[in-house]
């Protein structure tokens, strides 16, 4: 069975430009997380989704939406980027998101120039 | 605001030795989980851990919870070089510590 996969592996944007990152959860797993991964950092928690709804949002700025389709794909949608944006993005999916392991994409690796 | 705090953030230990990892947090929980990272590669999942005195253990790696003492350890026991890689503890899901980098020499 194929994994958490994201969509692109690798992006470069320049400052107030926005960008939408995807996520394929494992098939199955109705509930999906994102985590921004600063270099020698741990992962930030900024969304979590379950049956197409947020059940769950981090410290970041309004800046920061996404949204589960019902097919539970997940996309991350950043506007007028930041500098300070740039990071590994991660989704994990997991069956319903509450006791059980999250399984974690390869992430999408954000550049912001 | 629930705050994650690992310690040591970064340990260098020599293979065949034993050491813990220590994860403390701030509020009260019952769900903590452990992960390893490789270098450039994302998160695997290593334990769950769901109530008071859960102890799981997978090779040379044992996880427990004291959810009293809000404190979840690490134990690694006889260091190989393959265990080398950055550990994160994680809480309710959701905020992670900052990480251990373990790197195991021979």
């Known amino acids: 069975d194929a994994g958490v996969t994201q969509s692109p592996t690798h992006l470069i944007k320049t400052r107030g430009q926005h960008v939408t990152l995807r996520c394929s959860p494992i098939?199955?797993?109705?509930?999906v997380s994102w985590y921004q991964q600063v270099l020698g950092q741990g992962p930030q928690f900024i969304f979590q989704?379950?049956?197409?709804?947020?059940?769950g949002r981090g410290n970041f700025p309004d800046r920061f939406s996404a949204r589960q389709f019902p097919n539970y794909s997940s996309e991350l949608n950043v506007n007028a980027l930041l500098l300070g944006d740039s990071a590994l993005y991660l989704c994990?999916?997991?069956?319903?998101?509450?006791?059980?392991?999250?399984?974690f994409g390869d992430g999408t690796r954000l550049s912001i120039l | 605001e629930l705050k994650v705090e690992q310690n040591p953030l970064f340990l260098s230990m020599q293979e065949g030795k034993n050491y813990t990892i220590y994860c403390n947090y701030s509020?009260?929980?019952?769900?903590l989980y452990w992960y390893r990272q490789d270098p450039g590669k994302s998160l695997e999942s290593l334990f769950v851990?769901?109530?008071?005195?859960a102890v799981k253990q997978e090779g040379r790696l044992m996880a427990s919870l004291d959810t009293k003492a809000r404190l979840s350890t690490l134990h690694i026991t006889a260091a190989v070089h393959d265990l080398s890689a950055t550990y994160f503890c994680?809480?309710?899901?959701?905020?992670f510590g900052a990480g251990t980098r373990l790197t195991v020499k021979p």
């Open positions: 994990a999916s997991s069956l319903t998101g509450l006791n059980q392991p999250q399984h």
């Open positions: 098939s199955g797993h109705k509930s």
């Open positions: 989704y379950y049956e197409k709804e947020e059940r």
């Open positions: 509020t009260t929980s019952d769900r």
């Open positions: 851990l769901l109530s008071n005195g």
């Open positions: 994680a809480v309710d899901d959701m905020r």
